[in-house]
């Protein structure tokens, strides 16, 4: 099943989660004090040091009951060990607020002396929704349209995971800021042979790592931009990307991060996974995470000794179960993750019925896992699924006509904006060149960000796409991948 669509403003992503920061404590401080003085490759250990302390302070001064006698319950996820202020946390709260927003000031003098661009901390452009509130008789946003340039990101990093797959590592070289849920991914706009192609590729890092962070590439055999990035992408390259995207993310599940969460995995569908089985590890101390991870061989599984190093930090809170095609030591399971293996797998393991469970990997395999899950009555709404569809995959006799018809856009209580496509024009381009400041994010009909109805006339769209086929019947289309094939209108939800 696909989860809702991932919606922005629903969530707190000012530290790239949706989960708060609590204030920081003593431990907190002390760790930040020690990172000010210690080389910035040593963070990452400190930080680790911080969260083991502060869990085992916890443990001793709450009620050991929880959380499994009040799941519903949250723990305040620490704040980021880079961003704690050792001054700020010193003064009154009426003083802290004061001197932190001097602190952003002069942050953001310095990069201007500097010449670099100030970081994007802060929306200035009014969203649609209030530009039409004021101008409803105009319809269309006065602001400049949003445009679908994808944002140029500098590759600062390029490490090779294995034989066939390579992470890169990237920032905004203005030194804008970016921000994701952890199992979202971005669109990379990739130009080869003198064409442009888009292609989804997760995000593997944490929100911990930000401004910095890292997609993992896997060759596909064939593939015509997974190659191209594995094979040329070097250090200091640029890469252009758009979102990120996507609703496969711990908030899925719910409010509250569960107690046990569940990931079945295929090959580099360890990506989106990678960053949110670290993140849940990170933040929530009451959640025990199951890896089941298929792979070919051995020298195939991406993230091999982060994964043990994960094992080590985390020991009974991650529970890692290898499976391999091939004969191996390694492997805890021999074979191919087809339904009786995933079947067996479950039963050793007793997958609850109630189990929130995130599958991703390819298709064969999630068909399998989510017909064992179900089986086992694990509730449709409890099995998250990520499926990309490799374009070269699609099979779509486009009509010949798509493009040249007159749509009518419609959007709040009274606006409309009437144009005239024009052939082969999606109905988001046609939509932006004419001003209007319409919803996406992924581009390439993944995501669920551009939906619309169709009130009348016909939109053709590439498939396969993110819709489902309930939304297809109540009469969904995807903006970014539809075409005209007549005259039509459609309203922006
Ligand atoms: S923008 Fe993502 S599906 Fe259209």
């Known amino acids: 099943m696909r989860v809702a669509p991932y919606n922005p403003d629903s969530l707190d992503m000012s530290d790239g989660n949706p989960t708060p920061s609590s204030r920081p404590t003593a431990i907190d401080l002390v760790a930040a004090a020690v990172a000010r003085v210690t080389p910035r490759a040593l ?58 927003a001097i602190r952003r000031d002069v942050r953001s003098m310095t ?19 209030t530009a039409r509130a004021e101008n409803p008789s105009q319809g269309a946003s006065t602001e400049p349209a949003r ?5 140029k990101m500098r590759v600062v990093e390029v490490r090779r995971e294995t034989q066939d797959a390579s992470s890169f590592v990237l920032e905004d070289p203005s030194g804008a800021a970016f921000s994701f849920a952890p199992g979202q991914f ?17 995000i593997s890092s944490l929100t911990s790592e930000l401004p910095r962070f890292a997609i993992t590439v896997k060759r596909v055999d064939g593939g015509l931009v997974s190659n191209h990035l594995n094979d040329t992408v070097r250090d200091g390259d640029t890469m252009e990307i758009l979102g990120p995207s996507g609703s496969f993310t711990l908030a899925a599940a719910g409010p509250a991060a569960p107690e046990q969460l569940w990931l079945f995995v295929g090959g580099s569908g360890i990506t989106p996974i990678f960053s949110m089985l670290r993140d849940a590890l990170a933040k929530h101390p009451w959640t025990h995470v199951t890896l089941v991870y298929a792979n070919r061989a051995k020298d195939t599984v991406i993230f091999r000794e982060a994964l ?22 390694y492997a805890e399971v021999t074979g191919r993750l087809d339904q009786e293996t995933c079947a067996a797998v479950c039963e050793v393991l007793e997958v609850p019925a109630d189990a929130q469970c995130f599958v991703c990997g390819p298709e064969p395999m999630m068909d399998a896992v989510r017909a064992t899950l179900l089986a086992r009555g694990v509730p449709r709404e409890h099995i998250h ?71 009348s006339g016909s939109i053709d769209m590439v498939e396969p796409n993110c819709l489902l086929e309930s939304e297809k019947a109540e009469g969904a289309v995807l903006a970014c991948v539809g075409c005209t094939t007549s005259d039509a209108v459609v309203e922006v939800p």
């Open 43 to 100: 963070h990452p250990r400190i930080d680790a040091v911080r969260h083991d302390v502060r869990q085992m302070v916890r443990s001793l001064t709450v009620d050991k009951t929880h959380p499994y006698s009040s799941p519903g319950s949250t723990v305040d996820a620490p704040p980021p060990l880079d961003e704690i202020s050792i001054v700020s946390a010193l003064l009154p709260a009426s003083l802290a607020e004061r001197y932190d």
């Open 111 to 129: 990069r201007g002396v500097r010449g670099e661009k100030a970081p994007v901390t802060v929306d200035r452009k009014p969203s649609a929704d």
């Open 147 to 151: 445009s679908l340039q994808p944002r």
């Open 186 to 202: 971005v669109t990379v706009v990739s130009h080869v042979k003198g064409e442009t192609h888009r292609r989804a590729y997760s």
């Open 308 to 329: 043990d190093e994960v094992s080590r930090e985390y020991g009974a809170r991650f529970r890692h179960l290898p499976v391999l095609e091939r004969q191996d030591p």
């Open 385 to 455: 699924e990520e499926r990309f569809t490799s374009p070269q995959k699609r099979t779509h006799d486009a009509p010949a006509s798509r493009g040249g018809h007159k749509l009518e856009i419609r959007y709040g209580r009274n606006g409309r904006k009437s144009l005239v496509t024009r052939p082969d024009q999606t109905v988001l381009e046609a939509g932006l060149e004419a001003g209007l400041d319409m919803p996406f994010s992924c581009t390439m009909g993944g995501c669920g960000a551009c939906k619309l109805k169709l009130v």
